[in-house]
């Protein structure tokens, strides 16, 4: 039994180590400038990741101190934490797997169609009163003043790769047809009813094209890169969580059987 203790509170420390990763996936995705808008997305997965390491001290204590009860309640907390991390994982797979990018003829950058991301997710984001308040988090923002300083030259900016935030938010949509002045500045537009968008765009820091779908949609694109980078961390992790779990499932159920030897034993002593 004191073996499959110590087996159990090894694993259980190795889980409290997968926390950390956890914890750094949810506090890189809330330090993101797009995240600081989108309050409901900021601390899900810090919280998840605060939980099992919570769990899993609890798990340890139980193990290493052999209190049985602490050890039950940690199985049973585990696997419920483990559930919720695989339904995130498999709702931000689902509702990132659409891909509204398309290719501008002769430019290095892409741009975004807000059709072609989940609707689920759109419906979130995108919606008038949602939308209200990031927008006006997005227009306080340094994302189109940092744009603004890093870029000089038309050739450098018709060069560069822009993120797809600053694709849709910072510049009018290239069919409009503007006349690039600087990253933010963009005059005598040619083709201002190819998109509703063209009509839109405004000169003044505080509008640029924050009310476009195309902001929306570079929203929406960005949120997309973001999370599917930490679904490779979230996917690692909970793939060595559950192996951890199971084999401290095993562990803690041969210390019960031997438990119940044990007494059976002095029953016949």
């Known amino acids: 039994m004191s073996m499959s203790n110590n087996i159990t509170a090894f694993l259980n420390f190795v889980a409290f180590m997968c926390s950390i990763p956890i914890i750094a996936a949810g506090t890189w995705l809330a330090s993101k400038p797009d995240n600081e808008c989108i309050h409901w997305l900021r601390w899900p997965v810090v919280f998840m990741g605060l939980a099992v390491m919570l769990v899993s001290l609890a798990g340890f204590v ?6 049985e009860g602490l050890l039950g309640v940690y199985l049973v907390c585990m696997a419920i934490l483990i559930i919720l991390l695989l339904v995130l994982l498999v709702l931000a797979f689902v509702v990132t797997r659409p891909n509204g990018v398309y290719s501008v003829p002769g430019k290095a950058n892409s741009e975004y169609r807000l059709a072609g991301f989940s609707s689920w997710l759109r419906n979130r984001i995108t919606d008038g009163d949602s939308w209200g308040n990031i927008r006006a988090c997005l227009a306080v923002s340094d994302i189109c003043p940092k744009f603004n300083s890093e870029i000089i030259t038309a050739d450098q900016f018709f060069a560069a790769h822009l993120s797809p935030i600053k694709s849709g938010c910072c510049k009018p949509p290239t069919i409009c047809g503007y006349q690039y002045v600087n990253p933010t500045v963009w005059n005598n537009p040619t083709n201002t009813i190819a998109d509703a968008d063209c009509s839109i765009w405004n000169n003044d820091p505080n509008q640029l094209c924050y009310d476009c779908d195309a902001c929306k949609a570079g929203l929406l694109g960005n949120l997309r890169k973001e999370w599917r980078k930490a679904n490779l961390i979230l996917i690692l992790t909970v793939v060595l969580l559950i192996w951890v779990y ?3 499932c095993s562990a803690y ?7 119940l030897f044990e007494r059976y034993k002095q029953g016949w002593a």
């Open 246 to 248: 199971l084999i401290a």
């Open 62 to 67: 139980g193990a290493y101190w052999k209190k």
């Open 253 to 259: 159920r041969n210390a019960q059987t031997e438990q």
